[in-house]
């Protein structure tokens, strides 16, 4: 009979916040990401999309430090693995949310 360690479970590391200051409270440093792979009458253009996410931080307080676009960029064929997202990623101490349509 052999021995086996049990498997420990692992949460994913979570963004941190600055110390003291509650998730959704104004104040908050937020980047907005638009995506839009083609163009087409369905989709929503990414002026629109951009102005969207704006006024969602405007109503809750947040500071926009930084906006991210990839137009003409599958999400589905490439995943997070896209320039967008890359450059926010490598901001985690500048950001306290990500603000996506």
């Known amino acids: ?3 086996t360690t049990p498997v420990t479970a692992r949460a994913m ?3 941190r916040r600055r110390k003291g ?3 959704g409270a104004p104040g908050m440093r937020a980047a ?3 995506r839009l792979s083609r163009e087409t009458d369905e989709t929503t253009s ?3 999309q951009r102005a969207a996410c704006e006024a969602l931080c405007e109503v809750r307080g947040w500071d926009v430090v930084a906006v ?3 137009i003409d960029v599958s999400g589905f064929s490439r995943g997070l693995d896209r ?3 890359q450059r926010i990623l490598t901001r ?3 950001l306290d949310v990500i603000v996506f349509f």
């Open 1 to 3: 009979m052999t021995e």
């Open 13 to 15: 590391p979570r963004a």
């Open 21 to 23: 200051v509650p998730a």
């Open 32 to 34: 907005i990401y638009v």
């Open 46 to 48: 990414p002026e629109r």
């Open 68 to 70: 991210e676009e990839d």
């Open 83 to 85: 320039p967008g997202p």
């Open 92 to 94: 985690p101490a500048e």
